[in-house]
């Protein structure tokens, strides 16, 4: 089993920026690719930005320009920068991680943090 724990959410103004934090544990060997979705109030779970091992990164175009993901292996933690935020931003932050097994991938998730953005 994996476990991921976020951090870093909160209230924050337009334009304002936050790091958010998502810190692996337990059988966390074998996590290959990493990653952040978002779900706004009344909508359903989207995608905001992926990262592998080897640190491919992949972004929603709604984020790209804005939003920076990155990962230490060797500290089990991954990151999101969110730089000019907008209301639009606004929503429940899930980090996940898919780790390989023999039989093929394993998905975790966290539990969510609130990120708030004040127009």
């Known amino acids: 089993q994996v476990r991921l724990v976020e951090s870093g959410g909160g209230l924050v103004q337009a334009g304002g920026s936050l790091r958010l934090s998502c810190a692996a544990s337990g059988s966390s060997f074998s996590i290959r690719t990493m990653g952040w979705y978002r779900q706004p109030p009344g909508k359903s779970r989207q995608l905001v930005a992926t990262?592998?091992?080897?640190?491919?990164?992949n972004y929603a175009d709604s984020v790209t320009g804005r939003f920076t993901i990155s990962r230490d292996n060797a500290k089990k933690t991954m990151w999101l920068d969110m730089n000019s935020l907008e209301p639009e931003d606004t929503a429940v932050y899930f980090c996940y991680a898919r780790r390989e097994v023999p039989s093929g991938f394993n998905t975790y998730w966290g539990q969510g943090t609130q990120v708030t953005v004040a127009s």
């Open positions: 990262i592998t091992d080897g640190g491919s990164t």
